[in-house]
């Protein structure tokens, strides 16, 4: 069976790969293997039992997989085995990144973005999609649109992702290295799964308000939130799903009775913290993430029509845009986040991704400008990283 698995084993101490919860930085040097295949969890679990086997039998210490997990289950894995992972704290890392990591460019460049889809494409889109919620079985789906722009100078991953630190402390940090060319750099504020023995925890995200800076009206905006009977419609839908999806595999759920309010720098997010008890510590983390993923908090509900009407409305690919990146150990012990305020940075150009969540009573103008504040994380990071 070991030829049907994608398996690329090499030393290329140039690649560098990073995740974080805000706490602990895990930087990871080389690749021991890489996986592009399948995101179907039976070969994926079927690849990281042979991969782990084969790297504590080779010497890796510890040996963990990181990478990242598309949005459609269709689509490639790209998941990798370090040959080395180094831990450091938010100050530790920050040193290293201004050191060693980042290279400043000295040509700067103004970006001149294209939005995909354009302003009034993406309003019609959200349009059509209230249509379908109000004459269909359709509850709730999220639609996303890009801005992309060509790139005269290459940016440096590491530098955005030094800004993103600074700007976004508290987030699940990542750069991941797709291939030469290619990374996906990003801060996201959503925990899509947690696993650490026994106990997982997952903290969904749905429900949005930009944030201002007069503080008054900053709360204002928070308590208005807070009572949305929208906002909180959106987020009910998530939850009940996500409780769906992990209580088969518990034997205890904690489910909060209502959401709270979480902030990142430019938004407000109605938010709530899952936690539970697994039956049985030998439970699979692939298996459990396939269940998970894709909440509604980016795909929507039921799940496959929302997956038929994001097809039909978008017109780009978001491939690994609200997949999960993250990280496991050979325990089956991990942390991974829903890859969103992220963007992908090729050679040539860097395409910036956001959604929103679509009910029956959304008004499209103000889900434009939803994404557009959503935006504004890696907006803020591409004015200082050059
Ligand atoms: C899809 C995104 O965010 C998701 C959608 C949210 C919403 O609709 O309120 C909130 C947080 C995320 O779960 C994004 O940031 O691009």
Redesign the pocket.
Known sequence: MQSSIPVSTSSQPARLSLFSDGKVFLLCEGEFARYRGSAQPQHLQAWLDDAFKRAQESGVEAPLVMGCLPFRHTDKASLHIPLKVRRFSKSQLVQLLKSDLVKPVEATQALAWQEVPTKQHFEQAVSNAVYQLQHTALDKV?L?RTLQAALDVPLCAWSMLLQLIEQNPHAYHFVMQDDLNTHWVGAS??LLLEKRGAQVCSN?????AKRVLEPQHDQAIAAQLLNSLK?NH?HAIVIEQVKAALGPYCCALEVPAAPSLISTPQLW??SSRIAGQLESEQIRLPEVLARLHPTP??CGTPTNLARTTIEQLEPFEREH??GTVGWMDSQGNGQWA?T??CAKVEADKVTL?????VVAQSDPSAEYL??QA?LGTMLRVLEGAR
């Open positions: 999220v996303s504020p959503e969904p995200l749905a429900g949005t906002d959106e997010h109605l908090a980016v845009f609200t829903v969103i305020r991704f956001a959604g929103a969540g939803e994404t959503k």
